[in-house]
């Protein structure tokens, strides 16, 4: 009977380490000494997961288009005191452009693959890292942008949680699949989307 107290102890103790550390209060910063790239990230989605990995420790280098967006978003996280650089990167390229086809797969898929290759080598120099892939959830289920009240309804209603997500909801999964916890989850594609139809 002493050793079944003595288990189930033991037990409660894991559980309670293993919802502490899930929530992440058990441990801080655990991005520290990692460096997070974040492409299109001086607004919405982009600048809530840099937020995020910056707050959970990382050196996160933002970067988008245009200069001023990048001094817009790097100023405001460095004002938050987080460990922010940014630089400006174009993930297309200008001559690609007039092709309408062709900009979106060398924005949507080239670029991607280019930009992973490149960015493999150096992880490996620091003997490890992640690459974490952000796209809309419209890849599953096209839906017509919302312009109007009555579109952006009509969307909700298509959600299972019947509202629209915030960039925030989306940084925290990213954070995760960063860090340690994840290090053993490789090629998921994980849906951050309410609850709307997400299977090809």
């Known amino acids: 009977m002493q050793k079944v107290g003595l288990l189930l102890g033991g037990c409660v103790r894991l559980w309670k380490s293993v919802r502490m550390a899930s929530s992440g209060v058990a441990r801080r910063d655990p991005l520290a000494n990692k460096v997070a790239l974040v492409t299109a990230s001086t607004d919405g989605i982009g600048l809530a997961i840099a937020r995020r990995l910056a707050q959970d420790g990382a050196h996160v280098v933002v970067s988008s288009r245009k200069q001023q967006n990048v001094d817009r978003a790097v100023a405001a996280l460095q004002g938050e005191g987080l460990s922010v650089t940014g630089i400006v990167c174009h993930v297309g390229k200008a ?33 490890g890292g992640s690459v974490v892939i952000v796209a809309s959830i419209a890849a599953y289920t096209p839906f017509p942008l919302w312009e109007d009240k009555a579109s952006e309804e009509s969307i909700k209603q298509a959600l299972r949680i019947r509202r629209i997500g915030k960039p925030e909801e989306c940084a925290g999964i ?19 989307g309410g609850g709307a139809p997400s299977r090809l």
């Not at 797969?105 to 150096?122: G, R, S, W, Y």
């Not at 699949?177 to 951050?192: F, K, M, P, R």
């Open 95 to 127: 001559e690609h452009r007039e092709r309408l086809v062709a900009t979106i797969l060398d924005i949507n898929v080239k670029a991607t693959a280019l930009l992973t290759k490149a960015v493999v080598p150096e992880m490996e120099k620091r003997g």
């Open 174 to 192: 990213v954070s995760f699949l960063c860090s340690e916890d994840a290090s053993y989850i490789t090629g998921e594609t994980v849906t951050v």
